[in-house]
């Protein structure tokens, strides 16, 4: 089963900062959290990763709770083209595998 | 990132037929690919994961027979669907897997119809 929860949709607009939440309150001490979108009828994308930090790249920031139940990665300045489904993934322990889970489908508003 | 793909992008096939989805990791060693499908509106599903010249471990309620992997070299793995019905009609999502920590790399999917 998924280890994480995501509310199923949102919407954002264009221009706006979009706050996509995620718990994950089984999480155990080093298990990574993934972000990645898919875009319709497309492979999924690699967003960000973070372990305890946040972190910030190009595309977008994670902020992890210092409990590490839950995260929260922000799209700064949401574009038309950020449509997509988010999904939130916490890897199994030594391996690469992970269980996606329903994802929060985030449709930016013009 | 890594780039990984996938031929053919999309296929149609009758009914009892059988069809190969191939998965390429086209810049980096991939010692581990999943296999996932996806049907519309839905969630990715994984069905079987693959190491490099060892048989793939599937996921429960998956058929081994039906859905062969095949990962014969550290950049290749195949996915043949045998005996094809339209109920296997889906998209199907590689991935690769071999850098750290432990990110995947997917492709970019093959939509399947079996008529």
């Known amino acids: 089963d998924a280890k994480t929860t995501q509310p199923p949709s949102m919407d954002c607009a264009e221009g706006r900062a979009a706050n996509l939440p995620c718990n994950h309150s089984?999480?155990?001490?080093?298990?990574?959290v993934y972000w990645y979108r898919q875009i319709h009828s497309q492979g999924p994308q690699y967003i960000i990763h973070?372990?305890?930090n946040n972190e910030t790249n190009e595309m977008a920031s994670l902020i992890i709770t210092e409990d590490r139940k839950s995260s929260t990665l922000i799209l700064p300045h949401a574009t038309l083209r950020d449509t997509a489904v988010y999904y939130c993934?916490?890897?199994?322990?030594?391996?690469?595998?992970?269980?996606f889970g329903t994802g929060t489908r985030l449709k930016v508003l013009a | 990132g890594a780039v990984v793909s996938q031929h053919p992008s999309w296929v149609i096939c009758k009914s009892g037929t059988s069809v190969k989805i191939e998965c390429r990791s086209l810049?980096?060693?991939?010692?581990?690919m999943f296999w996932y499908r996806q049907f519309p509106k839905q969630s990715l599903m994984l069905m079987a994961t693959?190491?490099?010249?060892?048989?793939?471990?599937?996921e429960q309620g998956v058929e081994k027979d039906k859905f062969l992997i095949n990962h014969a070299s550290l950049t290749l793995s195949t996915l043949t669907v045998t005996s094809a019905h339209p109920e296997d009609s889906s998209f199907y999502i590689c991935?690769?897997?071999?850098?750290?920590?432990?990110?995947?790399?997917f492709g970019p999917g093959t939509r399947l119809t079996v008529t």
């Open positions: 089984t999480i155990s001490g080093n298990e990574y």
């Open positions: 973070g372990l305890k």
């Open positions: 993934i916490v890897r199994e322990t030594g391996t690469y595998k992970y269980i």
């Open positions: 991935s690769a897997g071999g850098g750290s920590p432990y990110e995947q790399y």
């Open positions: 810049d980096f060693q991939a010692t581990t």
């Open positions: 693959s190491n490099e010249g060892s048989k793939a471990t599937y």
